[in-house]
């Protein structure tokens, strides 16, 4: 019984002392491999008295199975030793900054997004979107929208022309996005409901006048469309718009020679704090946009009986409500490609206002 | 306009406040743009002095003591040179703010004395430029009471905002009868009464051209003194900003602003002979009574006399025979002129006048002769004199325009159920005189009204009296189903365009449409009917042809700011010509420095390099794919537009003809002629002239057929010519087997002296995949020998040993 004991404690010890899995793969070979310490006394057995057997058999077994265990436990345990020790090896300083996602760095610019939110709302309400020429004629721009030539009116208008052609005629760069209401009358029957976003020119430059800006039109004719609905397409946007759950607003009699009557509308808000407008809200009332029925001249132009058809239309700065909603203090930084106001002012990418999700995030 | 509350109510009886009135004014259209209640004088008070010390450590200060009205004399230190006992003057108490040293007053000690407030001098209070003494009134001035009432000073003064159309309210009457109408008051102007003339009027008038003159009304008053005029007139006119002259000019001013009636008035000692109203002569010239000499043309109607142009008709008199301190004899004129032509003439000589303003807006011709018996009784009511009898020639008297509107026509448009009799007085009370025709009303156009044209206008009439804010919103009525979509394509691609570029770093910018002409010719544009003929500045003159001059500056601008590492993009119009068609929708971006996709400048993961030509293809065609242009079909040529790199750029071409886009980096001269400096590299794609897909019957997509087979990859090197494209080496051998081959990539390329000048060795992964059976070693080796056949036949090249 003694020398299986010793060698028990021998093999424990070789065991204990492998310090890698190639040591007790050795330790294990040694022991209980073909010719392994063990395997050969268990060979014994087959020499041995039945009565020896008997004790010999499950003592021999019984280190057998201890020594076996002893080497898996081992093994594993120098597997988990080795695995971590590769691991704090690779051990890397994850303080490290990372770069940023191009779709991070990059914006869409303020005028971009919410001509995609005005059409967000209006696309709700039925409307497509039209565009047309930034290089008008004299007619569009003006003769067919019901200026009579050398009215005052135009001279509200500071326009940039071109210089006159062959046959006199001079084009000039639209002054208001309405030369898109007399050519969709042209392409389309009524009923027509239709949004115009795009680029007008005025010769006129300050912090809130640019001698480009952009400006959004709206233009409903049917057979009935009155004041009362356009009171209602403008209060529903202006809400909307400015994502407050009710505006107050204020219709009053203008003039512009286009309409018949003619509104301006001014929105109350609140411009107490410094450099921020909240719309719904406080004493003040700011212009906000001019409307007002389609003129009967305009329908003429657009080839409709103004006694059959009637409709209204609206024009407002979209320059203008995105200094008011998003707060930029000076128009023409619009227009200058900063990238420090580009990535300040500016959308990311994947920011698309929809109506369902909310217009703006934040 | 501009006008006091004390003005209005000479016209207008009312109890309202100046609030309510001037609510009212904007809510029936005519906008208050400024309110000066003059606030900023309440606090000012006449005072007393009581006595008046010379000041114990002062030469020039005196202690005075003030009685402002309560009995109790106030110590006021004061270095005026008329401070003195028993004058009365203007007092501000510790606590008011003095405008014309912005200075709210404290208590204060001047050299060792308290000083409880500051008599005022008129320079203080703005009211002049007066600062050599303090306000001295004379003795019964009312101690206590406030200063600006007694000085008549407290009157409001209301400008509104006139819209184009309203003539009518470019007079305080005008405005009176609007809000006469609106109920908030009623009119109590005198009726005017003809003042009777003695003899005719010597001076005769004959109008040469009938369509620049539509009537001209002349009178001579005879033996007038004319001195200042009346204090009244004269507080009016200096509180809208107008500066008294001498009383017969101020009646004139006066006039023009009361009634809206302009006129002019001429020293008759002063004409020579007769007047004529005709055209100018080219180059005639004036001396107006602005002092400057204006060179007249054919267009501009004039009054002459015969020493030559007396006045520019409707515009400005001239100074020749103007009136003054001198004048005895005057001659007054109430003239029609032609709107178009006044204007016309005000804008070609740059003059802005308050005649000018009235007649190219349309003065009442009712009021030409009524206007005139005014001004007569206004001049002999205060210069005295004896009137002849009005010259009247060429009016043809007026005629109402008839307008017939029907009943329901106001709630057609506007929504509003306005009772018949309502609109009735509503119109009645502006002076349409309706006419009750069933179911219309006919109206006769009031003549100082020419902006009422229909029934669209009568419309209007009633709703702002009425009230547009009675109008209660309406839904507009829904179509009954689910919109569809509502953007057009170009719409689409435009939308899809921008995010995808954003998604790849890239900053939206939007620049000018016009550019500087050396830019726009560098660009292929800057041709004449492009040019603005009054651009706002002179590097704004040419419609872009190109979104790159722009960026590049843009980008330029940005590193010139210390941020060279720059990426912008812009989706807009170029301009091809100045037809409706020629405006085409192109997206372009560039990029700057290091600005690549991955990132920009120095990292501690690697250094981002010098952006070049492949950065600029790479976001070209993202841009197509966003575009829904059809990328796989694309050939790519090299070289692009002249402002390129020649060899580092490229042009995108669908089939032979179809040039969707160019890429490439910037050729050196044309940075240096933008200023501009690199690496820089852009690209420009038309959206407009990519192909618009078929419609297709159905959303469902193509059926996805995997293939139960391995597929394989195969690597291959070819040394070809340097000149050699490496999309011909790719088409080649794609081509070698269409069905098998189903990827072709270029994985390097290699140049060197191993290879021989002009070489090039170009290695491609090609993907091949089995569809209906597993290839054996010699189907591979049979497709690999036809790769390599195919390669070096289309290209010269030889399989790399």
Redesign the interface.
Same mark, same amino acid.
């Given at each position: 019984m003694s020398d299986l004991q010793s060698l028990e404690a021998s093999l424990m010890s070789d065991i204990a002392s492998a310090s890698d899995e190639q040591a007790i793969e050795a330790v294990r070979v040694a022991a209980l491999g073909k010719k392994g310490s063990i395997s050969e006394k268990l060979k014994t057995l087959g020499a041995m008295s039945a009565d020896e057997r008997q004790t010999m058999g499950p003592a021999i077994n019984g280190l057998k199975l201890r020594v076996s265990d002893a080497i898996t436990a081992r093994k594993s345990q120098l597997r988990d030793a080795a695995i971590n020790a590769r691991l704090a090896a690779e051990t890397l300083d994850v303080t490290l900054p990372v770069r940023q996602a191009p779709a991070e760095r990059g914006r869409i610019h303020p005028i971009s997004q919410v001509i995609d939110e005005i059409t967000a709302i209006f696309g709700d309400m039925g409307f497509a979107i039209a565009e047309g020429p930034d290089i008008e004629t004299d007619y569009y721009n003006f003769t067919a929208l019901n200026f009579p030539e050398g009215h005052p009116a135009r001279e509200m208008h500071d326009t940039f022309f071109f210089q006159p052609d062959e046959a006199g005629e001079r084009k000039l760069l639209r002054t208001h996005t309405s030369p898109v209401q007399i050519r969709t009358m042209e392409a389309q029957k009524p009923p027509i409901r239709i949004v115009i976003p795009g680029k007008t020119y005025r010769q006129d430059s300050d912090a809130t006048h640019s001698p480009m800006f952009h400006q959004v039109e709206g233009l409903v004719v049917d057979k009935s469309a009155n004041v009362a609905n356009m009171k209602w397409v403008l209060e529903e946007f202006c809400k909307a718009f400015f994502e407050v759950p009710s505006v107050k607003m204020r219709f009053r009699p203008s003039f512009f020679p286009f309409t018949e009557p003619s509104m301006e509308v001014d929105i109350q808000c609140d411009r107490s704090r410094p450099g921020e407008v909240r719309f719904g809200e406080g004493n003040d009332w700011m212009e906000i946009l001019g409307c007002g029925m389609v003129h009967p001249n305009v329908l003429r132009a657009g080839g409709l009986d103004p006694d059959e058809y009637q409709g209204f239309a609206w024009g407002m700065g979209i320059d203008r409500i995105a200094m008011l909603k998003y707060g930029m203090p000076d128009l023409r930084a619009f227009f200058d490609a900063d990238v420090r106001w580009l990535s300040h002012y500016g959308f990311r990418p994947l920011d698309m206002p929809t109506l369902f999700g909310g217009l703006s995030n934040g | 306009m501009k006008f006091t509350l004390s003005w209005l109510k000479d016209h207008l009886d009312t109890d309202a406040s100046l609030a309510e009135i001037c609510e009212r004014l904007?809510?029936?259209?005519l906008?208050v743009e400024a309110v000066d209640d003059k606030a900023a004088l309440k606090p000012f008070v006449i005072a007393r002095v009581v006595s008046a010390v010379q000041h114990p450590d002062a030469d020039k200060l005196r202690v005075l003591m003030v009685d402002t009205g309560d009995g109790k004399p106030i110590q006021v230190v004061c270095g005026a040179p008329n401070a003195r006992e028993g004058l009365v003057g203007a007092f501000a108490a510790p606590g008011s703010y003095v405008p014309g040293i912005d200075v709210t007053l404290s208590v204060g000690k001047i050299r060792g004395v308290e000083s409880h407030g500051m008599m005022c001098s008129e320079r203080e209070l703005q009211l002049s430029d007066e600062h050599d003494g303090i306000i001295d009134l004379p003795a019964d001035a009312p101690v206590g009471t406030p200063f600006a009432t007694y000085a008549r000073l407290d009157d409001p003064v209301i400008e509104i905002n006139l819209?184009?159309?309203?003539p009518d309210a470019t007079s305080v009457y005008g405005i009176a009868r609007d809000l006469a109408a609106s109920g908030l008051g009623t009119l109590k102007t005198p009726a005017i009464a003809p003042v009777a003339g003695k003899g005719e009027t010597p001076v005769k008038v004959s109008i040469a051209d009938p369509e620049l003159c539509h009537g001209f009304a002349l009178r001579l008053v005879k033996g007038v003194k004319n001195g200042p005029s009346p204090k009244w007139m004269q507080q009016q006119l200096i509180a809208i900003g107008l500066r008294p002259i001498n009383a017969l000019v101020d009646i004139t001013n006066y006039v023009t602003f009361d009634r809206g009636r302009p006129l002019h008035v001429f020293d008759a000692a002063k004409v020579a002979g007769d007047l004529v109203v005709r055209p100018a002569k080219d180059g005639e010239k004036v001396l107006a009574l602005d002092g400057r000499e204006y060179t007249l043309n054919a267009s501009m109607c004039v009054i002459a006399d015969d020493n030559g142009v007396e006045s520019i008709a409707g515009v400005m008199g001239g100074e020749h025979s103007g009136c003054d301190e001198t004048t005895t004899d005057v001659l007054i004129e109430s003239a029609l002129w032609s709107p178009?032509n006044i204007?016309?003439t005000g804008?070609e000589l740059g003059i802005i006048t308050d005649a000018r303003y009235r007649f190219?807006?349309g003065v009442d011709p009712e009021f030409m002769i009524p206007g005139i018996e005014l001004a007569t009784q206004l001049v002999t009511d205060i210069c005295g004199g004896a009137p002849c009898e009005t010259e009247v020639v060429g009016y043809a008297g007026h005629e109402a325009k008839r307008i017939s509107m029907p009943v329901s026509e106001v709630?057609?448009?506007?929504?509003?159920d306005v009772p018949k009799a309502e609109s009735m007085s509503i119109l009645d009370r502006l002076g349409f005189k309706p006419q009750d025709k069933g179911d219309a009303i006919e109206v006769a156009v009031p003549s100082w009204r020419p902006d009422i044209d229909?029934?669209? !206008?009568i419309?209007?009439e009633v709703?702002?009296i009425y009230g547009? !804010?009675r109008?209660?919103?309406?839904?507009?009525?829904?179509?009954g189903a689910v @919109?569809g979509k509502?953007?057009?394509p170009i719409?689409i691609r435009t939308?899809f365009v921008?995010?995808?570029?954003?998604?790849?770093?890239?900053?939206?910018?939007?620049?000018?449409?016009?550019i500087p002409e050396e830019h726009a010719k560098l660009f292929g544009g800057g041709q004449?009917?492009?040019?603005?003929? @009054?651009?706002?500045a002179a590097d704004?003159s040419d419609?872009r042809p190109s979104l790159l001059p722009g960026?590049i500056a843009?980008?330029q601008?940005?590193a010139d700011?210390g941020?060279g590492d720059?990426?912008?993009f812009e989706?807009?119009?170029i301009?091809e010509g !100045?037809?409706?068609?020629?405006?085409r929708r192109v997206a372009a971006g560039v990029r700057r420095g290091t600005a690549k996709? !991955?990132?920009q400048g120095r990292?501690?993961?690697g250094n981002a390099g010098a952006v070049g030509v492949f950065d600029a293809k790479a976001d070209a065609f993202a841009a197509l794919e966003a575009a829904g242009a059809p990328v796989d079909k694309l050939q790519v040529e090299a070289s692009g537009p002249a402002w390129y790199h020649p060899g580092r750029s490229g042009t995108i071409k669908l089939g032979p003809k179809i040039v969707l886009g160019t890429f490439g980096e910037f050729h050196p001269r044309t940075l240096e002629a933008l200023d501009a400096s690199g690496p820089l590299a852009g690209f420009e794609i038309y959206l407009d002239t990519i192909p618009e897909p078929k419609a297709k019957p159905t959303r469902t997509k193509p059926r996805l057929d995997l293939s139960p087979f391995q597929g394989v990859k195969r690597d291959f090197a070819f040394v070809v010519d340097k000149s050699v494209e490496a999309a011909a080496i790719v088409k080649a051998a794609a081509g070698a087997d269409k069905k098998l081959v189903t990827d072709v990539r270029v994985f390097d390329v290699f140049e060197g002296a191993s290879l021989g000048p002009d070489k090039k060795s170009i290695a491609i992964e090609v993907a091949i995949q089995p569809t209906d059976r597993t290839l054996t070693d010699e189907d591979f080796e049979a497709l690999g020998a036809r790769i390599v056949a195919n390669v070096e036949k289309t290209t010269g090249g030889a399989l790399r040993g």
């Amino acid at each position: 019984m003694s020398d299986l004991q010793s060698l028990e404690a021998s093999l424990m010890s070789d065991i204990a002392s492998a310090s890698d899995e190639q040591a007790i793969e050795a330790v294990r070979v040694a022991a209980l491999g073909k010719k392994g310490s063990i395997s050969e006394k268990l060979k014994t057995l087959g020499a041995m008295s039945a009565d020896e057997r008997q004790t010999m058999g499950p003592a021999i077994n019984g280190l057998k199975l201890r020594v076996s265990d002893a080497i898996t436990a081992r093994k594993s345990q120098l597997r988990d030793a080795a695995i971590n020790a590769r691991l704090a090896a690779e051990t890397l300083d994850v303080t490290l900054p990372v770069r940023q996602a191009p779709a991070e760095r990059g914006r869409i610019h303020p005028i971009s997004q919410v001509i995609d939110e005005i059409t967000a709302i209006f696309g709700d309400m039925g409307f497509a979107i039209a565009e047309g020429p930034d290089i008008e004629t004299d007619y569009y721009n003006f003769t067919a929208l019901n200026f009579p030539e050398g009215h005052p009116a135009r001279e509200m208008h500071d326009t940039f022309f071109f210089q006159p052609d062959e046959a006199g005629e001079r084009k000039l760069l639209r002054t208001h996005t309405s030369p898109v209401q007399i050519r969709t009358m042209e392409a389309q029957k009524p009923p027509i409901r239709i949004v115009i976003p795009g680029k007008t020119y005025r010769q006129d430059s300050d912090a809130t006048h640019s001698p480009m800006f952009h400006q959004v039109e709206g233009l409903v004719v049917d057979k009935s469309a009155n004041v009362a609905n356009m009171k209602w397409v403008l209060e529903e946007f202006c809400k909307a718009f400015f994502e407050v759950p009710s505006v107050k607003m204020r219709f009053r009699p203008s003039f512009f020679p286009f309409t018949e009557p003619s509104m301006e509308v001014d929105i109350q808000c609140d411009r107490s704090r410094p450099g921020e407008v909240r719309f719904g809200e406080g004493n003040d009332w700011m212009e906000i946009l001019g409307c007002g029925m389609v003129h009967p001249n305009v329908l003429r132009a657009g080839g409709l009986d103004p006694d059959e058809y009637q409709g209204f239309a609206w024009g407002m700065g979209i320059d203008r409500i995105a200094m008011l909603k998003y707060g930029m203090p000076d128009l023409r930084a619009f227009f200058d490609a900063d990238v420090r106001w580009l990535s300040h002012y500016g959308f990311r990418p994947l920011d698309m206002p929809t109506l369902f999700g909310g217009l703006s995030n934040g | 306009m501009k006008f006091t509350l004390s003005w209005l109510k000479d016209h207008l009886d009312t109890d309202a406040s100046l609030a309510e009135i001037c609510e009212r004014l904007t809510m029936i259209g005519l906008e208050v743009e400024a309110v000066d209640d003059k606030a900023a004088l309440k606090p000012f008070v006449i005072a007393r002095v009581v006595s008046a010390v010379q000041h114990p450590d002062a030469d020039k200060l005196r202690v005075l003591m003030v009685d402002t009205g309560d009995g109790k004399p106030i110590q006021v230190v004061c270095g005026a040179p008329n401070a003195r006992e028993g004058l009365v003057g203007a007092f501000a108490a510790p606590g008011s703010y003095v405008p014309g040293i912005d200075v709210t007053l404290s208590v204060g000690k001047i050299r060792g004395v308290e000083s409880h407030g500051m008599m005022c001098s008129e320079r203080e209070l703005q009211l002049s430029d007066e600062h050599d003494g303090i306000i001295d009134l004379p003795a019964d001035a009312p101690v206590g009471t406030p200063f600006a009432t007694y000085a008549r000073l407290d009157d409001p003064v209301i400008e509104i905002n006139l819209t184009p159309n309203r003539p009518d309210a470019t007079s305080v009457y005008g405005i009176a009868r609007d809000l006469a109408a609106s109920g908030l008051g009623t009119l109590k102007t005198p009726a005017i009464a003809p003042v009777a003339g003695k003899g005719e009027t010597p001076v005769k008038v004959s109008i040469a051209d009938p369509e620049l003159c539509h009537g001209f009304a002349l009178r001579l008053v005879k033996g007038v003194k004319n001195g200042p005029s009346p204090k009244w007139m004269q507080q009016q006119l200096i509180a809208i900003g107008l500066r008294p002259i001498n009383a017969l000019v101020d009646i004139t001013n006066y006039v023009t602003f009361d009634r809206g009636r302009p006129l002019h008035v001429f020293d008759a000692a002063k004409v020579a002979g007769d007047l004529v109203v005709r055209p100018a002569k080219d180059g005639e010239k004036v001396l107006a009574l602005d002092g400057r000499e204006y060179t007249l043309n054919a267009s501009m109607c004039v009054i002459a006399d015969d020493n030559g142009v007396e006045s520019i008709a409707g515009v400005m008199g001239g100074e020749h025979s103007g009136c003054d301190e001198t004048t005895t004899d005057v001659l007054i004129e109430s003239a029609l002129w032609s709107p178009l032509n006044i204007a016309r003439t005000g804008r070609e000589l740059g003059i802005i006048t308050d005649a000018r303003y009235r007649f190219e807006r349309g003065v009442d011709p009712e009021f030409m002769i009524p206007g005139i018996e005014l001004a007569t009784q206004l001049v002999t009511d205060i210069c005295g004199g004896a009137p002849c009898e009005t010259e009247v020639v060429g009016y043809a008297g007026h005629e109402a325009k008839r307008i017939s509107m029907p009943v329901s026509e106001v709630r057609r448009l506007t929504g509003l159920d306005v009772p018949k009799a309502e609109s009735m007085s509503i119109l009645d009370r502006l002076g349409f005189k309706p006419q009750d025709k069933g179911d219309a009303i006919e109206v006769a156009v009031p003549s100082w009204r020419p902006d009422i044209d229909g029934k669209a !206008d009568i419309v209007e009439e009633v709703m702002r009296i009425y009230g547009v !804010d009675r109008i209660a919103p309406a839904p507009l009525p829904t179509f009954g189903a689910v @919109n569809g979509k509502m953007l057009t394509p170009i719409q689409i691609r435009t939308r899809f365009v921008k995010r995808a570029l954003a998604v790849r770093g890239m900053m939206e910018a939007v620049t000018w449409s016009f550019i500087p002409e050396e830019h726009a010719k560098l660009f292929g544009g800057g041709q004449p009917a492009l040019r603005l003929a @009054n651009p706002i500045a002179a590097d704004m003159s040419d419609m872009r042809p190109s979104l790159l001059p722009g960026l590049i500056a843009a980008a330029q601008r940005n590193a010139d700011r210390g941020i060279g590492d720059v990426a912008l993009f812009e989706v807009s119009g170029i301009y091809e010509g !100045d037809g409706a068609d020629n405006q085409r929708r192109v997206a372009a971006g560039v990029r700057r420095g290091t600005a690549k996709l !991955d990132g920009q400048g120095r990292h501690w993961g690697g250094n981002a390099g010098a952006v070049g030509v492949f950065d600029a293809k790479a976001d070209a065609f993202a841009a197509l794919e966003a575009a829904g242009a059809p990328v796989d079909k694309l050939q790519v040529e090299a070289s692009g537009p002249a402002w390129y790199h020649p060899g580092r750029s490229g042009t995108i071409k669908l089939g032979p003809k179809i040039v969707l886009g160019t890429f490439g980096e910037f050729h050196p001269r044309t940075l240096e002629a933008l200023d501009a400096s690199g690496p820089l590299a852009g690209f420009e794609i038309y959206l407009d002239t990519i192909p618009e897909p078929k419609a297709k019957p159905t959303r469902t997509k193509p059926r996805l057929d995997l293939s139960p087979f391995q597929g394989v990859k195969r690597d291959f090197a070819f040394v070809v010519d340097k000149s050699v494209e490496a999309a011909a080496i790719v088409k080649a051998a794609a081509g070698a087997d269409k069905k098998l081959v189903t990827d072709v990539r270029v994985f390097d390329v290699f140049e060197g002296a191993s290879l021989g000048p002009d070489k090039k060795s170009i290695a491609i992964e090609v993907a091949i995949q089995p569809t209906d059976r597993t290839l054996t070693d010699e189907d591979f080796e049979a497709l690999g020998a036809r790769i390599v056949a195919n390669v070096e036949k289309t290209t010269g090249g030889a399989l790399r040993g």
